[in-house]
């Protein structure tokens, strides 16, 4: 099974890049990446998926080398309501959801 | 509104008297899973379910039992509950293809 390694914590400030990388070594052939965002006291939430190279949507961006073996989470612009655990998940493409492994998780904390 | 539930929300026990948490999504997904979350060890995967009838062991199963009569139904049950098992624990679906798992909002469980 692909285990992944994050940073325990991080701090930022208000307006900053973030940029928060995965590694995962052991990501088999058929594996996707993917990041969630969990607030306290609550269930985690998805945030983006990727396969390899870049991938891109409306709150993050997702930089995958060629050799799969690490990702880096990037949030442009933070802001106080982004602080939180983030999540990256090494596992099967969309619905497999089989033997997926969370990992510990960064927590990002943002700073005025 | 598209959701999952989680009943209850938060329950005190003692050790040996069993117990079910029950899950409910109103999505029609098809994979349904469940979750534990301890301090200093992020998510871990219980069990998760494919479809009705279709279950399978996630990373820690031992302890746990998980039925799927309905697709829109996964209930947790702890047969013989010990003090280890006190923990968050959250449902999620999701449909079949997609990476978004949608989470319920957790299930705060004490074992005595």
């Known amino acids: 099974l692909a285990k992944t390694t994050q940073p325990i914590s991080m701090d930022s400030y208000e307006g900053q890049e973030v940029n928060i990388t995965c590694s995962h070594n052991?990501?088999?052939?058929?594996?996707?990446i993917t990041w969630y965002q969990q607030f306290p006291s609550q269930g985690p939430r998805f945030i983006i998926q990727?396969?390899?190279t870049k991938v891109t949507n409306e709150v993050a961006s997702l930089f995958i080398p060629a050799d799969r073996k690490s990702s880096t989470l990037s949030l442009p612009r933070v802001s106080l309501s982004d602080t939180a655990v983030y999540y990256c998940?090494?596992?099967?493409?969309?619905?497999?959801?089989?033997?997926?492994?969370f990992g510990k998780g960064t927590k990002l904390s943002v700073k005025p | 509104e598209a959701q999952v539930t989680q009943n209850p929300r938060y329950l005190i026990t003692v050790t040996g008297k069993k117990l079910t948490v029950t899950c409910s999504q109103n999505?029609?997904?098809?994979?349904m899973s469940w979750y534990r979350q301890d301090p200093g060890l992020g998510l871990r995967q219980i069990y998760y379910?494919?479809?009705?009838?279709?279950?399978d062991k996630g990373d820690v199963p031992e302890g746990y039992k998980v039925s799927r009569k309905e697709k829109r139904n996964f209930p947790l049950i702890l047969e013989s509950p010990s003090p280890n098992q006190t923990s968050l624990y959250f449902c999620?679906?999701?449909?079949?293809?997609?990476?978004?798992?949608?989470f319920g909002p957790g299930t705060r469980l004490t074992v005595t």
């Open positions: 998940l090494v596992g099967g493409r969309g619905g497999s959801q089989g033997n997926l492994i």
């Open positions: 052991n990501i088999a052939t058929n594996d996707y």
């Open positions: 990727g396969y390899k």
């Open positions: 999505m029609n997904h098809e994979y």
């Open positions: 379910s494919m479809n009705v009838e279709v279950t």
């Open positions: 999620a679906s999701n449909p079949t293809g997609s990476p978004e798992q949608y």
